[in-house]
């Protein structure tokens, strides 16, 4: 079993930054994908970024790309997503999405092994 903690998130005013966390314990796989979601009220949950083992393939959405940056520190076995210049309508639960073993960045929920319990973005205007 794979454990996925996610923290960072909270109140911002649109424009505003923040920065969440992601961390992966248990069974995990000697490489693995992870990735976050989010969902807002009334929403299906959708893709937001994506990152490899290695770091070297990353993916966005297009609605975050050139805000959001994904990252990852294997060492400490953590993910992290920096938002910048948000936005009202980024306001959502983000969860964190592990895949284990490949290299690809899925987009769809199917295709992840495991979840974490969320964690709530609100961006006032």
């Known amino acids: 079993q794979v454990q996925l903690v996610e923290s960072g998130g909270g109140l911002v005013q649109a424009g505003g930054s923040l920065r969440l966390s992601c961390a992966a314990s248990?069974?995990?796989?000697?490489?693995?994908?992870t990735a976050w979601f989010r969902q807002a009220p009334g929403k299906e949950r959708e893709f937001v970024a994506g990152?490899?083992?290695?770091?070297?393939?990353?993916g966005y959405a297009d609605s975050v790309k050139g805000r959001f940056t994904i990252s990852r520190d294997n060492a400490r076995n953590t993910v992290y997503l920096q938002m910048n210049s948000l936005k009202p309508e980024d306001t959502a639960v983000y969860y964190c999405?592990?895949?284990?073993?490949?290299?690809?960045?899925?987009?769809?929920?199917?295709?992840?092994?495991?979840w974490g319990q969320g964690t709530q973005v609100t961006v006032s205007s």
């Open positions: 999405a592990l895949k284990q073993w490949g290299t690809a960045i899925p987009r769809t929920v199917l295709q992840y092994d495991y």
């Open positions: 248990g069974r995990t796989a000697r490489s693995y994908t």
């Open positions: 990152i490899s083992w290695s770091g070297g393939s990353k």
